[in-house]
Nanobody
């Protein structure tokens, strides 16, 4: 079974930065997709950024130029560097990986940005 563990969330003032990590463990055969999602209170979960197996990245318009997704294949770890944070970035952040065997989600890490 594959497990994902997020870390790095916390409370930060507007304009600050955080770096989220997502460590995958277990039997990971081939990762095709790695992504970050977030869910604000009372809102639906939305895609923030993702990276494909070939390295192609994609970002939500709301985070372009501020967030950077990256991965470290040898450690099966994905990162989300978040700069110039805004109060509207507040929410629970989840990582997701899609492999040839399944679709897996982490339990989430809370990010709170104060104004």
């Amino acid at each position: 079974q594959v497990q994902l563990v997020e870390s790095g969330g916390g409370l930060v003032q507007a304009g600050g930065s955080l770096r989220l990590s997502c460590a995958a463990s277990g039997y990971i055969f081939s990762i095709n997709f790695m992504g970050w999602y977030r869910q604000a209170p009372g809102k639906q979960r939305e895609s923030v950024a993702h990276i494909l197996s070939g390295g192609t990245t994609n970002y939500a318009d709301s985070v372009k130029g501020r967030f950077t997704i990256s991965r470290e294949n040898a450690k099966n770890t994905m990162y989300l560097q978040m700069n110039s944070l805004k109060p509207e970035d507040t929410g629970a952040y989840y990582c997701r990986i899609v492999t040839s065997r399944g679709d897996y989600w982490g339990q989430g890490t809370q990010v709170t940005v104060s104004s």
